[in-house]
């Protein structure tokens, strides 16, 4: 187990778990408040709620802000929400895996309802939350006032650069520097295999950089295709973990008996190669130190976490680290660990002075780490009336998200195969449920036309959620499913999926293949249960589709024996405006419903249900992503 990866273990053992798998409402002292409270009336008559979550685009700054002003009883131009800072806001853990709307709406909303003396405000009677309140952000962030972490300065601050390795995984030898200490104010800092330059300012910092002649010791990389064979070779069996949020082993019957009895089996391989986060806004981090405590400002979705890594990594108590958050200019799950800001608080150490340190997009695409590479082994039987009764999935590599069917399977094993890849690898946007369901609603296709079934009958007949039945409807009688035939390069496909709660469903009109394939329309329906902001949630759902159509049509990092020859936007192709197809998103409200996030399920809907379209179109099946090449 890789060293960060028991820091995160750790770090969500102690306290992670302790404040969101509890359910429990943790509360810190804040400056000049008598009792520990998330909620309290500032001096200058505007109430002032304080959270851990972060603003990044998803509407959570609007959103939390709603929560405090219902339970207040006041609009929200009379709420100030402070977030992300480690000194003075609660840990709400990171902003990931669309917690914020099920556990952190609801905290705040206690806690205001608390501080006003009267219990929750029933959903019936919401005046604030349920409606649409435009992003609090919005005017600032067109009219260029918002403040992203790459416009944060200091007094005194200089600049660094970090002097890259030729090899994607490499070990510093030995390297020389005298060119560069030759300019003026350069300072050249080695700590083990970081090396940098800190100068003036940052053209100087990128010469001096340039100018050390470092050597390294390069290790090889294997081929994408090799590797997956390493997964399957060398993965680990899963065991049963039933308190954990993503399960890697959800079994039901007996599969193997449901195998061996089946009237009619097939098996299949589905495959997602490494991808990039492609945030907008390339990290950025300030590193300061005075008298032993470091103060970081930067963009990241898990302020709790980046302290803890600091301190774990520079050898100093939690105590002596503050994170504070501006706005990151994009994420996907991207900027959640230490990486830029550690760095810069190792330069900003050894020359004594702060120190800003902003990765280029070359940094951005090939030091950042990527989605992980994975393969879904399927092997499934049916009986003699064509109702499935045995399932075996078998997820490499890629993750335990997303594993649980939202099919009733008689016979069933979902298991998640950990193993270890060279690349370096981590979170994005629903992590590993996009290609569980990419694998998993290809397949439910494959049945439906080898039984000679239409696709959208054949999953309601294994559904038994009425949710998901109701969407998966809507959604069809909006697309008008069956009533045109595929034909003359037109092609029609649907994904559906329960995941983080939502039900989802997506229906897809095609033209053409291969790169020439296009999107026509979409039609999507999602169940989140109450909407509290549904404007901010219909933008989420098709935010997510949209980014959803790049991994399913273009994305992929592509690499040589050495290094990772993806560097550059003009090598990575993501959706543009002309991609988009004409689309609906149309959401089913259950205000009796606790509502869930919506920041992550609709990607994992796009490539399942272009795929199904193709093949609908084409008859070929693809199950390799991306699609369009």
Request: hydrophobic fraction near 40%; charged fraction near 25%.
């Amino acid at each position: 187990m890789a060293e960060g990866d028991a820091l995160l273990i750790e770090y969500k053992r102690r306290d992670f778990l302790r404040i969101l798998g509890s359910g429990a409402l943790l509360t810190l002292p804040l400056p000049g408040a008598d009792r520990p409270l998330r909620v309290r009336l500032g001096k200058d008559g505007i109430f002032e709620a304080f959270t851990g979550k972060i603003e990044m685009g998803q509407g959570a700054r609007t959103l939390l802000t709603q929560a405090a002003a219902e339970e207040l009883g006041v609009g929200v131009e009379r709420v100030r929400l402070i977030m992300g800072d480690t000194d003075i806001v609660p840990d709400d853990g990171g902003t990931w895996a669309s917690l914020t709307t099920p556990e952190t709406v609801p905290a705040v909303r206690q806690d205001a309802a608390s501080f006003a003396g009267h219990p929750l405000t029933d959903p019936a009677q919401w005046k604030v939350l349920g409606t649409s309140v435009p992003p609090l952000h919005g005017r600032d962030a067109v009219t260029g006032a918002l403040r992203y972490c790459s416009d944060v300065r200091v007094e005194g601050m200089l600049h660094g650069q970090i002097v890259r390795p030729d090899a994607y995984r490499a070990k510093l030898e030995s390297f020389d520097d005298s060119a560069a200490r030759a300019l003026p104010g350069v300072q050249v800092v080695r700590e083990g295999d970081l090396l940098g330059v800190v100068a003036l300012d940052p053209g100087t910092a990128g010469r001096a950089a340039g100018l050390i002649q470092a050597r390294w010791r390069a290790e090889p990389l294997p081929s994408i295709d090799s590797l997956i064979e390493t997964f399957r070779a060398k993965g680990v069996a899963p065991v049963e973990q039933k308190d954990t949020r993503y399960p890697p082993l959800i079994r039901g019957g007996n599969v193997e008996a449901g195998l061996a009895s089946a009237h009619r089996k097939l098996s299949a391989s589905y495959r997602a190669p490494p991808i990039g986060h492609v945030p907008l806004e390339p990290r950025a981090a300030v590193a300061e130190w005075r008298d032993g405590t470091l103060t970081v400002d930067c963009g990241k979705s898990a302020p709790f976490l980046v302290r803890a890594e600091l301190a774990k990594s520079l050898g100093i108590p939690e105590a002596k680290v503050r994170v504070r958050i501006s706005m990151p200019g994009g994420a996907f799950g991207s900027k959640q660990r230490s990486e830029c800001e550690l760095e810069a608080a190792i330069l900003a150490r050894a020359v004594k002075a702060p120190v800003r340190l902003a990765w280029t997009r070359e940094e951005e695409f090939w030091v950042a780490y990527a989605r992980p590479a994975g393969v879904v082994d399927i092997e499934s039987g049916v009986d003699s009336e064509g109702r499935l009764v045995a399932w075996r999935f078998r997820n490499y590599n890629a993750g335990a998200p997303g594993l649980r069917p939202p099919y009733d399977l008689l016979h069933m094993s979902n298991e998640f195969w950990r193993s270890e890849s060279p690349f370096r690898q981590g979170s994005y946007r629903a992590l590993a449920a996009t290609l569980n369901n990419f694998a998993r609603e290809s397949h439910i296709d494959e049945w439906a036309h080898a039984l000679h079934r239409d696709p959208l009958d054949f999953r309601l007949a294994h559904i038994g959620d009425a949710r998901l039945k109701e969407a998966l409807q809507r959604a069809a009688e909006r697309f008008g499913w069956g009533k045109r035939k595929p034909g003359q390069g037109a092609g029609f496909g649907l994904a559906c999926n329960i995941e983080k709660g939502a039900r989802l469903a997506l229906f897809v009109e095609t033209e053409g293949k291969g790169t020439r394939l296009r999107l026509r329309r979409m039609v999507a329906v999602g169940d989140f249960g109450a909407a509290l902001n549904p404007d901010n949630l219909r933008n989420q759902m098709q935010g997510a589709i949209i980014q959803g159509i790049g991994g399913a049509l273009w994305e992929q990092l592509q690499f040589d024996s050495r290094n990772q020859l993806t560097r550059r936007l003009s090598q990575y192709r993501v959706p543009r405006f002309g991609d988009i197809p004409d689309m609906v998103v149309e959401l089913i409200d259950r205000r009796d419903v606790p509502a869930v996030g919506a920041g992550e399920s609709p990607i994992t809907l796009p490539a399942p249900a272009i795929a199904n379209a193709l093949f609908s179109a084409t008859g070929e099946r693809k199950r390799l992503l991306p699609l369009a090449i």
